[in-house]
């Protein structure tokens, strides 16, 4: 008899499960097999992950640190880590539209004893680690739903049922969900995950901390002349395009093969409605000095991805009855090194720590994850650089002055800490407050459109399934984004998934393009009225991204 939605759900049992499968969620497993394997102890740790495979979603620079690996994994080098082209030189630009001029480098931007590399390979690398210490890993399995026991506690999350329709209704493809129940859960979904926030709301965990404020990233990966190719360099970039109340700036890195890794942020603080980071992005490229470099060149690869900027000051409580959060499901993200990769997997060695004294003391909270992350170097290095972010409140102008005065000369031992008091949705100002943005067409060759490059995210949904983009109500789109606002949704996307039609009435509405989504959660971020939930589509859809 096949499965139907009354169709009782398959349990699994672990003593710890773990929900994503990034470099925070695999530090965690593997920290705990090795916790277990000196205590003599056994420990059952199980990771889902909502990608096709591990590695599928991952997208970042990569300039990574490797602290934390070498804390956790210290002989990686001989265990074959994909870590393999080391950063040789640094280089900061202050851009005009036609003219770039250099700027010293920040100490927190030297990048001496870092790695230029791919975060998809390096999570399939520390994905087969943990499985040769006995971690289970399921990719394409989506977390879509909390498991509580009847005294409120988390036991674990089950996945979402595969095979329903767009009418809401089972298909002949149905399958039951699969419950994955644990003595601790741990949320390492990245930024914005849709059961951590779910987590957010129910615990209150956010009560102590100021609004976490995000980025977004859009990224690309070229083929250049080899004759322009530079092995190990880094360079960064502010100033144009943007104005000078907008943060944000650019990436370049020289990887390997004649390839570039080059992105932009945006922060989702901006005040233009009209702004469109990816377009952003692709008018960039066509400052003079980075044309020249990719003229003769190729894009092979095309992703975007929020990213938390909102550092110390907006790490909420880490743990809830059942579990913890870590990575960017915290938000430990250090922004003025633009880098998350090794802040994530040090806290999800911490909280092993203190989910193994839970599973030992048989507590129902890990609570001594708080204090052993206050006495590491995580927190340290969070602290030293808290101020840096929201000084650019004020400006860019007074934020890049600060950010000077307070890495060089006060080193992060500023006596007073700056706070955020707003949510990014709130910072978007009314259409009739804004200044349009003209941005030139797409020539194929330098800059694309958005529907080029979803096609070269390899993004893939199941067309027969609901909208994982879901409005709590379709009348403060038609009364207040579309009018207000001039639909913001349709610029800040990066994958073209919201698109302003004319319906019958001869009006403007919204049309949703779930298919193109590539999971980057910027509309559950940015949408003025927080009316966008993004949820999970059915596990293994979304990009498949290859050495992002």
Not at 180 to 202: F, Y
Not at 261 to 286: A, C, H, M, W
Not at 337 to 364: E, N, Q, Y
Not at 379 to 389: D, G, M, P, S
Request: glycine share 10%; aromatic share 8%; proline share 6%.
């Amino acid at each position: 008899m096949s499965d139907t939605p009354e169709t009782p759900r398959e349990v699994m049992e672990y003593d710890v499960l773990i929900v994503g499968a990034g470099p925070a969620g695999l530090s965690c497993a593997i920290r705990l097999k090795q916790l277990a394997q000196q205590c003599n102890k056994e420990v059952s740790v199980c990771v889902i992950e909502k990608g096709s495979e591990v590695g599928a979603h991952m997208l970042s620079g990569v300039a990574f640190e490797p602290r934390a690996l070498n804390e956790l994994i210290p002989d990686w080098k001989e265990k074959g880590a994909p870590l393999t082209v080391p950063a040789t030189s640094d280089r900061v630009l202050f851009l005009t539209s036609k003219l770039a001029f250099p700027l010293p480098t920040p100490p927190t931007m030297h990048n001496h004893g870092n790695y230029i590399g791919s975060l998809g390979r390096l999570a399939k690398w520390m994905a087969e680690q943990a499985e040769s210490l006995g971690v289970e890993i399921y990719a394409g399995f989506a977390g879509a739903e909390i498991l509580y026991d009847d005294k409120g506690v988390v036991v674990g999350v089950a996945t979402g049922d595969m095979g329903i329709g767009k009418d809401g209704k089972p298909t002949d493809r149905f399958t039951r969900g699969v419950e994955l129940r644990a003595k601790q859960t741990v949320m390492a979904e990245g930024c914005r995950g849709s059961l951590t926030k779910m987590l957010m709301d129910k615990f209150n965990l956010n009560a102590n901390c100021d609004p976490q404020m995000y980025g977004l990233g859009v990224k690309e990966i070229w083929e250049i002349d080899p004759a322009k190719h530079k092995p190990g360099h880094i360079q960064h970039t502010m100033g144009w395009p943007a104005d000078m109340k907008t943060y944000a700036g650019s990436f370049l890195y020289h990887w390997e093969n004649n390839q570039i890794l080059i992105g932009f942020i945006v922060g989702l603080d901006y005040q233009n409605t009209y702004l469109s980071p990816f377009e952003e992005f692709q008018r960039f490229k066509t400052h003079p000095k980075i044309r020249k470099l990719l003229e003769g060149g190729k894009r092979i690869a095309y992703g975007a991805r929020a990213l938390c900027e909102g550092g110390f000051q907006s790490v909420p409580k880490l743990t809830f009855p059942g579990g913890a959060l870590i990575g960017d499901a915290a938000g430990f993200m250090n922004v003025p090194k633009i880098k998350g990769t090794h802040t994530a997997m040090k806290s999800g060695m911490i909280a092993a720590d203190a989910v193994m004294d839970a599973l030992s003391a048989g507590a129902v909270e890990a609570t001594t994850y708080q204090e052993k992350y206050e006495a590491s170097w995580l927190w340290k290095e969070l602290h030293a650089a808290r101020n840096i972010r929201p000084s650019f409140h004020y400006g860019m102008l007074f934020g890049t002055m600060y950010s000077g005065l307070d890495t060089i000369l006060l080193r992060g031992h500023a006596p007073w800490t700056f706070h955020t008091k707003h949510g990014d949705h709130e910072c978007t100002k009314p259409a009739a407050q804004c200044k349009k943005i003209n941005y030139p067409k797409p020539d194929g060759v330098i800059t694309f459109d958005r529907m080029s490059s979803v096609f070269m995210a390899n993004v893939s949904h199941e067309e027969d399934q609901p909208a994982h983009l879901k409005l709590r109500d379709w009348k403060i789109e038609d009364e207040v984004n579309i009018p207000v606002y001039d639909s913001p949704e349709s610029r800040y996307c990066p994958a073209g998934v919201y698109e302003i039609v004319t319906g019958d009435d001869g009006k403007p509405h919204l049309q949703i393009n779930a298919a193109n989504c590539v999971h980057c959660k910027t509309c559950d971020i940015k949408d003025p009225k927080q009316n966008i939930d993004w949820c999970v589509p059915e596990g293994g859809g979304g990009p498949n991204y290859q050495d992002m």
